[in-house]
């Protein structure tokens, strides 16, 4: 098993390559299972959720190739299958957005419930109110969850989403991108990755009008045919690098991104003290000598992100006095903080409350990443303590940050990536000396 272990006090200088959107990606590789034609899709991540989704579409018969690093083809032309492995299937969250795809492609779908990070109840229900809004049967049992449009086809509606729910408004527009006239999506989530996926498809032959806003207009259409298409840069992996640089007290270029969808992590950053100035498509990120503190509320886009709230809570560890967050999104979104604990961090936790009595200096300690985000924040953690930081599960890590530790090598930090059991032995050393 690998484990990340990393020498503390490093300073973060230089620059970073932005990858694509991981909540892009992981929904625009399942559409592509609607599209007549080969997809050439550009600037996929190249991480375990978007490798396990490829695999998946190669499992049901499509035909992919990687073009370059992060270039790949797909072709589901003569996709007939809908048998898609349950392991796989499992294991991932942007499973779900199959259903849209396979309904509009097939008429009917057969998938696990999502996997994913645990953040405590993630349901789906919004998403089976729309797919049954459009006129599909949606049935859970043994595990699977199955949806046939009745009829054949979904027939386009109107739906007021209960919840701003991100996979509801993506797995709709998928579903009703091939469904018989138009389908109005209201209280939609608005995320840049919703506006990416509607103009993959529009690139495709798809009318959606309205994405990133609360509506979203969809005019059903007979079918897809094949392009090219650029996926935007990951706004969470850049914020993660920003908030790095700013916790280490560093300097680093953020490259390739669309700073216009930092502006809300950018906002923040700006009231701890550290300086980001935007260009056209970078941030350079200047840490302060000494960090301000902060309250941050998540909330959907153009909020702050949740996905964002572990880092900058790692971060907020270190600013001088109280700083409170509170989580806008999930129910359980904290348990990263017992980690940050075994570090020194004083942290008190009520409900969706977090209270960080900041200044406090980090020792290093074995820690668990608890999820994908929570792990990014103990690698900041790590970076920023004195002494080595041990950080396990990182396979979470893996799920949505490319090259995570080869790219914040490059720019001074020291992490090596230990496998065990062989290792064992010395990393107890390394823990002993430090
Ligand atoms: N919700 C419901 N019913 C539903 C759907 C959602 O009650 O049918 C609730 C959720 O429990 C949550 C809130 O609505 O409290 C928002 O959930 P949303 O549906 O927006 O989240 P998601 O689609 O499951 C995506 C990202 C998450 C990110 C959230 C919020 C993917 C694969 N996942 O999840 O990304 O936190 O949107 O922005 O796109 C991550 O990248 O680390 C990650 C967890």
Same mark, same amino acid.
């Given at each position: 098993?690998? =484990?990340?272990?990393? #020498?503390?006090?490093?300073?973060?200088?230089?620059?970073?390559?932005?990858?694509?959107?991981?909540?892009?990606?992981?929904?625009?590789?399942?559409?592509?299972?609607?599209?007549?034609?080969?997809?050439?899709?550009?600037?996929?991540?190249?991480?375990?959720?978007?490798?396990?989704?490829?695999?998946?579409? #190669?499992?049901?018969?499509?035909?992919?190739?990687?073009?370059?690093?992060?270039?790949?083809?797909?072709?589901?032309? =003569?996709?007939?299958?809908?048998?898609a492995p349950y392991d796989l299937m499992r294991k991932i969250r942007a499973s779900y957005y199959l259903i849209g795809a396979m309904l509009g492609r097939f008429g009917s779908s057969k998938t696990t419930m999502p996997g994913g990070c645990n953040f405590g109840v993630r349901p789906i229900d919004?998403?089976?109110?729309?797919?049954?809004?459009?006129?599909?049967?949606?049935?859970?049992?043994?595990?699977?969850?199955?949806?046939?449009?009745?009829?054949?086809?979904?027939?386009?509606?109107?739906?007021?989403?209960?919840?701003?729910?991100?996979?509801?408004?993506?797995?709709?527009?998928?579903?009703?991108?091939?469904?018989?006239?138009?389908?109005?999506?209201?209280?939609?989530?608005?995320?840049?990755?919703?506006?990416?996926? *509607?103009?993959?498809?529009?690139?495709?032959? *798809?009318?959606?009008?309205?994405?990133?806003?609360?509506?979203?207009?969809?005019?059903?259409?007979?079918?897809?045919?094949?392009?090219?298409?650029?996926?935007?840069?990951?706004?969470?992996?850049?914020?993660?690098?920003?908030?790095?640089?700013?916790?280490?007290?560093?300097?680093v270029l953020i490259k390739n991104i669309i700073p216009k969808h930092l502006e809300c992590i950018s906002a923040k950053l700006r009231e701890t003290g550290t300086i980001v100035q935007?260009?056209?498509?970078?941030?350079?990120? #200047?840490?302060?000598?000494?960090?301000?503190?902060?309250?941050?509320?998540?909330?959907?886009?153009?909020?702050?992100?949740?996905?964002? +709230?572990?880092?900058?809570?790692?971060?907020?560890?270190?600013?001088?006095?109280?700083?409170?967050?509170?989580?806008?999104?999930?129910?359980?979104?904290?348990?990263?903080?017992?980690?940050?604990?075994?570090?020194?961090?004083?942290? +008190?936790?009520?409900?969706?409350?977090?209270?960080?009595?900041?200044?406090?200096?980090?020792?290093? *300690?074995?820690?668990?990443?608890?999820?994908?985000?929570?792990?990014?924040?103990?690698?900041? *953690?790590?970076?920023?303590?004195?002494?080595?930081?041990?950080?396990?599960?990182?396979?979470?890590?893996?799920?949505?940050?490319?090259?995570?530790?080869? =790219?914040?090598?490059?720019?001074?930090?020291?992490?090596?990536?230990?496998?065990?059991?062989?290792?064992?032995?010395?990393?107890?050393?390394?823990?002993?000396?430090?």
């Open positions: 098993m690998e =484990k990340y272990v990393i #020498k503390g006090g490093t300073v973060l200088h230089g620059e970073v390559e932005i990858s694509g959107a991981k909540n892009a990606a992981v929904a625009i590789i399942p559409a592509a299972l609607m599209v007549d034609g080969v997809c050439r899709i550009e600037n996929v991540p190249q991480i375990s959720d978007t490798d396990m989704l490829l695999t998946i579409l #190669k499992e049901l018969g499509a035909k992919v190739r990687y073009l370059n690093r992060s270039t790949v083809e797909i072709d589901c032309t =003569k996709v007939r299958n809908q048998d919004q998403h089976i109110k729309g797919m049954t809004a459009l006129g599909a049967q949606v049935d859970i049992r043994n595990g699977y969850v199955y949806a046939e449009a009745v009829g054949g086809r979904l027939h386009g509606t109107r739906i007021y989403l209960d919840k701003v729910s991100v996979g509801a408004t993506m797995n709709i527009i998928l579903a009703a991108t091939l469904a018989q006239g138009r389908t109005i999506i209201e209280n939609a989530a608005r995320e840049p990755h919703i506006v990416d996926l *509607a103009n993959f498809l529009n690139s495709m032959g *798809a009318d959606i009008r309205g994405a990133g806003t609360d509506t979203v207009k969809i005019n059903g259409t007979e079918r897809l045919h094949g392009g090219t298409y650029t996926i935007i840069p990951d706004q969470i992996e850049a914020g993660t690098y920003m908030v790095a640089a700013a916790a280490t007290g560093g300097e935007e260009y056209e498509d970078c941030v350079l990120v #200047k840490g302060a000598s000494s960090l301000r503190r902060v309250n941050v509320k998540t909330l959907p886009y153009p909020g702050f992100p949740t996905d964002m +709230q572990p880092p900058m809570g790692a971060l907020l560890c270190l600013a001088n006095g109280t700083s409170v967050i509170t989580e806008g999104i999930y129910d359980n979104r904290y348990k990263y903080v017992n980690e940050l604990r075994k570090m020194g961090a004083e942290i +008190q936790v009520d409900g969706r409350v977090a209270v960080f009595e900041g200044g406090k200096r980090l020792t290093g *300690a074995p820690v668990q990443a608890c999820d994908l985000r929570a792990g990014a924040a103990m690698v900041i *953690a790590g970076m920023c303590a004195s002494g080595t930081t041990v950080v396990e599960d990182i396979h979470y890590i893996e799920r949505g940050y490319e090259n995570f530790v080869g =790219k914040l090598n490059a720019m001074g930090a020291e992490i090596e990536i230990i496998d065990f059991p062989e290792e064992e032995e010395n990393l107890k050393k390394i823990i002993s000396v430090s």
